[in-house]
């Protein structure tokens, strides 16, 4: 069985900052396309940040960029993302994501997701 699992979330002071982790299990996806979306309370999931099978190509949105840097371990079928200047509008749930292609994994209908880990930024 396919599974993605997301760790690392929390509470957090503004300023702070936080590293997720999603472990793959079931299969190998070296050969695929990683990426992080959050959805906060009330809003729709929004893309967060992708990277390649190789991790030598990245995708960030503009609200993270500078403060997200995602990248993966394809030893350990595991992608992170290391998120520093943390605002209280990063408060969200954060899922991961796999695909075969950078334009899928980042669009709605990627074919693998985790169940999520919550973060929680404090003024």
């Known amino acids: 069985q396919v599974q993605l699992v997301e760790s690392g979330g929390g509470l957090v002071q503004a300023g702070g900052s936080l590293r997720l982790s999603c472990a793959a299990s079931?299969?190998?996806?070296?050969?695929?396309?990683r990426a992080w979306f959050r959805q906060a309370p009330g809003k729709e999931r929004e893309f967060v940040a992708a990277?390649?099978?190789?991790?030598?190509?990245?995708n960030y949105a503009d609200s993270v960029k500078g403060r997200f840097t995602i990248s993966r371990d394809n030893a350990k079928n595991t992608v992170y993302l290391q998120m520093n200047s943390l605002k209280p509008e990063d408060t969200a749930v954060y899922y991961c994501?796999?695909?075969?292609?950078?334009?899928?994994?980042?669009?709605?209908?990627?074919?693998?997701w985790g169940q999520g880990t919550q973060v929680t930024v404090s003024s």
């Open positions: 079931g299969r190998t996806f070296s050969s695929y396309a």
């Open positions: 994501a796999a695909d075969n292609s950078m334009s899928r994994v980042a669009g709605p209908n990627s074919r693998y």
């Open positions: 990277i390649s099978w190789s991790g030598s190509n990245t």
